[in-house]
């Protein structure tokens, strides 16, 4: 379900930076959340993450998985809030797919 939302949420961000027309904010900030998108290889960590689960539930390899959505997503919810007034679409995204991940994610230790 995780993987199926990210999907969702990657596919609404390329389709409101491709039509133009339909921003509500700077064009300049979509273009960002894509490129964070991009650079923390969203489509390839969810496609692995779909095919490792298709059959069997790997619990270490999913988690690890998870963790580097997590990473991407952290980053990509402090530049939504930090723009909020041209990203507010993406804010209910963001929430829900925080929701979706969090149990799943593996506090990294201090020491």
């Known amino acids: 379900?995780?993987?199926?939302?990210?999907?969702?949420?990657?596919r609404f961000v390329e389709a409101h930076y491709e039509n133009k027309k339909a921003f509500y904010g700077q064009p300049d900030k979509w273009f960002q959340v894509k490129l964070?998108?991009?650079?923390?290889?969203?489509?390839?960590?969810?496609?692995?993450?779909?095919?490792?689960?298709?059959f069997t539930?790997?619990?270490?390899?999913?988690?690890?998985?998870?963790n580097?959505?997590?990473?991407?997503?952290?980053?990509?919810?402090?530049?939504?809030?930090?723009n909020y007034n041209d990203l507010f679409l993406l804010s209910g995204r963001i929430h829900t797919l925080k929701n979706l991940r969090q149990p799943f994610v593996v506090e990294k230790s201090n020491g």
């Open 1 to 10: 379900m995780l993987a199926e939302n990210i999907t969702s949420f990657i």
């Open 36 to 54: 964070f998108i991009e650079e923390f290889k969203f489509h390839i960590v969810v496609s692995e993450l779909l095919r490792i689960n298709r």
């Open 57 to 66: 539930w790997d619990e270490k390899y999913t988690k690890h998985l998870v």
């Open 68 to 82: 580097q959505i997590h990473e991407g997503m952290m980053v990509i919810e402090e530049y939504i809030n930090r």
